[in-house]
């Protein structure tokens, strides 16, 4: 028999009326007297077995009766519509194997404390929820690289050993690279992304980065995926729609593609058919006017001590309290763009009529999901970019390769970068973002 | 304008007769008096531009003449049929701007030695090889990816950051991780894998993988990437047919998307016309009898010296040597598989009626491709898992997570891996696998 012809559970429907072979395990199992019923998981989906004393040999019917929570089974039956069955069909069966019987599993339907379950990451990605948001994240993905795939990009995959460091030093891991001295984890696939697109006019990078912040929000990871496209001949504007395209593309995919594993976690899905394009804009300078015309500080941590600061000066970065609080008007991602020179990246355009300001956007999303995307038109002037590099310290030995792309054929070039993670947390409502990757990695955590 | 009203050089056709803006870089420029032709490259295709003196101002004739190699520019005209030209179509130029002259770009039309052009690898990316290899790449990957969506498999991405090693240590890159020690970057997601499979049914993990391996053949990165599918209730058997189809399936796709590319290269297509199915299969003591029928040795360095051993003994595993000797004989990819337990790793399923065999599998690609696919049916056993990782050395805690995986629920399961570069190296017939990758990492290379 090939692998082609084995039968999975979320295809029953196409088995209706026909005897079937089903692997999986057991679920949850409940019965009374001649009668047992065992939910099976194929990794598919959910499938009531019906076990009729009647129907099976006696070893078969006492092997039913013996089953455990994990146990591994190969079930036989008839495909039978039961509309209150989950997914519609249920088996009524025939024959039943053990491969194994699980005793002891850890995770039992009661509650357990989230350390708990995190030990158990390996055994946790079985239950529904973790299940769903797994499903979920791989829609993600697939949505995000048919997006580009079907527009023109082309996947570049950008190292993860660097040389130098994008973004500072500080957060980044290291390690002994031969003779060469150190090598580190890569950051951001953005500088080598410019130099690809160079060669192949719209690229994206998407893999793992890493950063070794020592933040223990809900919204870091050490090692996380982003997808980063970077476009010659796009400036912000285009950016920015590229930006918002993507992401109602995603979302109507999850919509279309993961409408039982929404179910599954409860999710408002009112909430993500309100993301339809034209997301709201508004400059940097004029989300510093709305946070003053309604009385949001800038708040600071001075000696020791959380300090506000009123008005909200123009020149600060904005955190969370203050995106939380513009963000609550909006149903729709919003962007933000033309940021402080000051406190944005040595590579992002200054806008040539105010160099005060950088061609630069976060888009931030609905839902307290806080920033989904950052991104910028990048310096294409190679005196612009070499005095940047110089006044933020950095190597420029270890730029030169990227001064060279300013040098031979520079052209206007944006691009983005937005984290999977992040965005898999805002669409499942997953309440911490060590759900939405399957082995996630935290400060205190590398195990399993 | 929206960015999607840009026009791009592999669409021309689309806009025959009309007048188009084009965005790109000078690829070469030739002309004689009136007349010049500028070849335009803008990352998706070459296309000629003509421009005639009397159809265009005197400034943008005298900028024409100026332009150097890798200029940016900003070309208009009509797009004009002419089956001379590269693509079939040109440009009959009315306007043409410049972004930027570019001044002696140091990748001429002449011969560059291989340690020059790797050293200006973000360059060399837009000569016309380097270029179509990259978009057979993207292809590839694409075709990994659309094959295994399409087959009811979820992806699933393993951590790159892992306490413990795979295969072995002293090919490990490690970074120090906050407090808990060192962490090491994965080989493989294969256990990780195996954890995800048991939730999903099937999934696969593709990422990058790294081996500190000290190898400088034309086959080794030490940053490479790696499909890796791992899934429950298949057999070895059906681990093969999977690998096969797999392979079928992305050679196919290349023939029939990547025709221009394949031109590009003269790549010889008949001999991936050849790959349809039904790969030889050969157990490995099938072919230790068939080196020794046909008189290949054991080549073995021994004080110094390079020994060559006859009758090739069983239990020794095949170098290159052996293999390529073996592949001479088949236009498709070979299966080697029931390999020496003593030369295989200790998660593989020994073969219950002889246990001095475990259910592994490579696939040895023609062409001196090398091995594309290595994988195996998994021990499932508790105890006998157990004993090999005893055996081999290893710490039982750091493993105690996927022992697990054969304690709950343990089930029959396999999976492969296959290295893209290897399959990218194949099939565009690159002589040096650091020209699949768009940023090669290697013992003495990490810059740019």
């Known amino acids: 028999m090939s692998y082609k012809d084995k039968v999975y559970i979320e295809d029953l429907a196409k088995y209706a009326g026909q005897e079937v072979e089903l692997n999986g395990w057991v679920y949850t199992k409940r019965g009374k007297g001649k009668l047992q019923f065992v939910i099976l998981r194929d990794g598919t989906g959910i499938c009531q077995c019906v076990v009729f004393k009647a129907n099976v040999s006696e070893e078969v019917f006492a092997n039913t009766k013996s089953l455990t929570q994990e146990s591994s089974i190969k079930v036989k039956g008839k495909v039978v519509a039961n509309e209150r069955a989950p997914g519609g069909f249920e088996l009524d069966t025939s024959d039943l194997q053990i491969y194994q019987l699980s005793t002891d599993y850890p995770i039992t339907p009661k509650e357990h404390g989230d350390d708990f379950l995190i030990r158990n990451r390996h055994l946790w990605l079985r239950s529904s929820r973790q299940h769903a948001i797994m499903r979920v994240r791989a829609s993600v993905i697939k949505a995000v690289r048919d997006f580009f795939d079907n527009s023109g990009f082309k996947l570049q995959d950008s190292p993860m050993f660097t040389p130098n460091a994008c973004e500072g030093t500080s957060t980044l891991f290291s390690t002994k690279y031969f003779d060469l001295g150190e090598a580190f984890l890569s950051q951001s696939g953005q500088l080598y992304a410019e130099a690809t697109a160079m060669a192949m ?248």
């Open 201 to 448: 006019g719209r690229v994206y990078t998407f893999g793992p980065a890493f950063r070794a912040e020592k933040s223990k929000t809900r919204k870091h990871l050490t090692e996380f995926w982003m997808v980063e496209p970077e476009m010659a001949f796009f400036d912000l504007e285009d950016d920015m729609q590229l930006a918002e395209d993507l992401t109602v593309y995603i979302v109507q995919y999850v919509l279309e593609n993961c409408r039982k594993e929404l179910e599954t976690l409860e999710r408002d899905i009112t909430k993500l058919e309100a993301i339809q394009g034209n997301f709201p804009r508004m400059s940097y300078t004029e989300a510093v006017g709305w946070m003053n015309a309604n009385d949001i500080p800038l708040t600071k941590r001075v000696d020791g001590k959380d300090v506000e600061i009123r008005p909200f000066p123009w020149g600060e970065d904005f955190g969370t309290p203050q995106e939380e609080a513009l963000m609550e008007q909006f149903s729709q991602p919003c962007f933000i763009y033309d940021y402080p020179t000051e406190i944005k990246a040595f590579y992002m355009k200054r806008n040539p009529d105010n160099p005060k300001v950088v061609k630069a956007m976060d888009m931030l999303g609905p839902e307290k999901a806080g920033e989904l995307v950052g991104g910028s038109q990048r310096e294409d002037n190679v005196e612009l970019l070499e005095e940047r590099i110089k006044a933020e310290d950095l190597d420029m030995t270890d730029f030169a390769w990227y001064v060279d792309l300013r040098k031979y054929g520079s052209v206007p070039h944006s691009g983005f970068g937005m984290g999977i993670e992040r965005v898999i947390k805002w669409i499942t409502g997953a309440k911490h973002i060590r759900e939405t990757i399957p082995f996630p990695r935290m400060i205190h955590r590398i195990i399993p």
